[in-house]
């Protein structure tokens, strides 16, 4: 099946149960082949509601009509988009903020009937769906990928009785290979098992059959399974506490073909749907398991600093409760309409008065203030390990790495900074810049020779950063060595104090809340790097055979992760 016919496929299924499948996650740069996938839209038995990443609780909930209220005298109000059942469209989704992908997954839990399809525009491995959402959405498509000769208009016929899916029956091993599958595949929610039922009863439901067949089950592990799948198949094996397979027959017993029958179709299918989740793994999950992919959950290790909220520039952010002290900026939009509710109370508490009666009334309690989420700039401190060791084995592999990683850098708009140690001490080759030209060039003339004076470049990052922080950018340490130090701060040839020393820099490091990462390019893994890994709390890569594009690819990975 082409990714378009799954396409297909994933939006009949939706139109035929769009409130039990919650929605579809669609990852595709806008463009011809987005644009005819979305106009099928019109096929959900909903109506369909596009909205925008910014969209206030007012647009969602419901509130007062503040136009109308104003012409009316009096209190109307106006009901929000969640008020009835809808197909929402949600374009870049990859900019949902949390609070949003919050409200719009308790909308998707409640049973409202909504259904949501998220346009995630992403091009970045850290630019994605919010997982509160991912979760919810039954789902998946990648269409990146695909050319528009490749597309064909899609033409989705659904009955005009809808299918009754609730009816559909499923045999009771269903959930037990969907579940084995989902667990084989790495996914460790037990929502996308439930989901792929729930698609494979659609499925049934769209041919008019009364129960779910091994065809319905592959269709519904490839659409739902094995886009989620974050292992291959083959690296899972059995888990320990599987139950053991049914006792086999004696020999002696009489032979009953049904009974045979029934036994292989009990075990059968689950080898088939695997087969038919593997076939839609992502693209890049085998390159990720080859180059060791950490995941890295410390803050700041996306593909942009951090937020910083103000009330001056930025993101726009819902308004809230201020007051007027000669800084903030008023909202007068929100600060009208949080006072249009109480203007028929206020204007009786104010007859007799000065104030006069028609009068605008607001008060203290109702004015509201803009705020702005301000991204700061990300750094990318890159402390390289140039001494003898490192020359002798990985220096060249990691000058190629860290020279794509500039790149990918410059591409994304990030500063980057350079720290070399070697001899006795480290030297701040590069400070932040974004001069790609640059970078390459004071890279290539790194020269490589002498000790290894790991806690030197250390603290040469520490400081570094530390002067970043006060400019407000989001520094990132990442440290590439083979982890044999054996110079200390104050210059002497001292295992011992060495390795005491690069310690205390590093827990200073995790003090200073620094996201990190740690690159062992020694022919043999270090316990001594794993340790400091786990002192700076960053992730530890042990990349002994990788050439420049595959370390590359598992730095870029891991920081984006």
Same mark, same amino acid.
């Given at each position: 099946?082409? $990714? ?42 909903? #109506? ?76 970045? #491995? ?28 899609? @033409? ?94 004696? $020999? ?49 290790? @996306? ?24 800084? @903030? ?35 203290? $309690? ?64 590069? #400070? $932040? ?129």
């Amino acid at each position: 099946m082409t $990714p378009w016919e799954r396409a297909t496929l994933a939006l009949r299924l939706l139109a035929a149960d769009p409130a039990g499948l919650g929605g579809l996650w669609l990852r595709a740069r806008s463009g011809p082949v987005r644009d005819r996938f979305v106009a099928g839209l019109e096929a959900l038995p909903l #109506p369909v509601r596009k909205i925008h990443t910014g969209i206030a609780d007012e647009q969602l909930y419901g509130g007062v009509d503040l136009s109308a209220t104003l012409g009316a005298g009096k209190v109307v109000w106006q009901s929000g988009l969640l008020a009835r059942p809808a197909a929402i469209v949600l374009p870049m989704a990859e900019r949902c903020s949390p609070g949003l992908a919050a409200r719009l997954a308790l909308a998707l839990e409640e049973g409202q009937g909504h259904c949501l399809v998220a346009l995630d525009e992403g091009a970045e #491995p850290d630019e994605a769906l919010p997982h509160a959402l991912a979760e919810r959405l039954a789902l998946h498509l990648d269409l990146d990928a695909v050319a528009y000769g490749e597309t064909v208009p899609l @033409s989705i016929e659904i009955p005009r009785v809808p299918p009754d899916v609730a009816s559909v029956r499923a045999p009771d091993s269903a959930v037990r290979d969907l579940t084995a599958i989902a667990l084989r595949l790495g996914i460790d929610s037990l929502r996308p098992p439930l989901f792929a039922l729930r698609a494979a009863k659609a499925h049934a439901a769209l041919d008019g059959r009364p129960e779910v067949t091994t065809d319905d089950l592959g269709r519904a592990a490839a659409l739902v399974l094995g886009p989620r799948a974050t292992q291959a198949p083959e690296a899972a094996g059995e888990p320990d506490d599987a139950p053991p397979p049914p006792p086999s027959e004696p $020999p002696d017993a009489p032979e009953d073909s049904s009974d045979a029958q029934g036994e292989d179709d009990l075990r059968l299918p689950e080898e088939i749907l695997l087969e038919a989740a593997a076939a839609t793994l992502p693209r890049d999950l085998l390159e990720r398991l080859a180059a060791g992919r950490a995941a890295c959950t410390q803050a700041g290790t @996306s593909g942009t600093g951090a937020g910083k909220k103000g009330n001056r520039r930025g993101r726009p952010l819902p308004s809230r409760p201020g007051k007027l002290d000669g800084e @903030s900026h008023v909202d007068m939009i929100a600060t009208l309409r949080a006072a249009a509710p109480w203007q028929p109370v206020r204007r009786v508490q104010a007859k007799g008065r000065a104030t006069g009666a028609q009068r605008l009334h607001v008060r203290p $309690p109702d004015i509201r203030t803009k705020r702005y989420q301000e991204q700061s700039d990300r750094l990318l401190i890159f402390v390289v390990d140039a001494s003898g060791s490192a020359a002798m084995t990985r220096l060249a592999e990691a000058k190629g790495a860290v020279e794509l990683l500039l790149g990918e850098a410059y591409a994304r708009r990030d500063h980057v900074a350079l720290v070399a140690f070697r001899g006795e001490g480290a030297e701040v080759l590069l #400070p $932040p810049t974004r001069s790609l030209v640059q970078t390459k060039r004071r890279l290539a003339a790194l020269p490589g020779g002498g000790g290894t004076p790991l806690a030197a470049g250390l603290k040469a990052a520490l400081d570094l950063a530390r002067t970043a922080q006060g400019r407000g950018m989001t520094p990132t340490v990442a440290v590439l060595t083979d982890g044999r130090a054996n110079i200390a701060l104050d210059g002497s040839a001292n295992r011992a104090a060495a390795a005491a020393d690069a310690t205390q820099l590093a827990r200073a490091i995790r003090g200073l809340g620094l996201p990190g990462l740690v690159i062992d390019v020694s022919p043999r893994p270090q316990p001594a790097l794993k340790t400091l890994a786990a002192e700076m709390s960053a992730p530890y890569l042990a990349l002994p055979r990788a050439d420049a594009k595959r370390l590359s690819t598992a730095v870029a990975a891991s920081l984006d992760a």
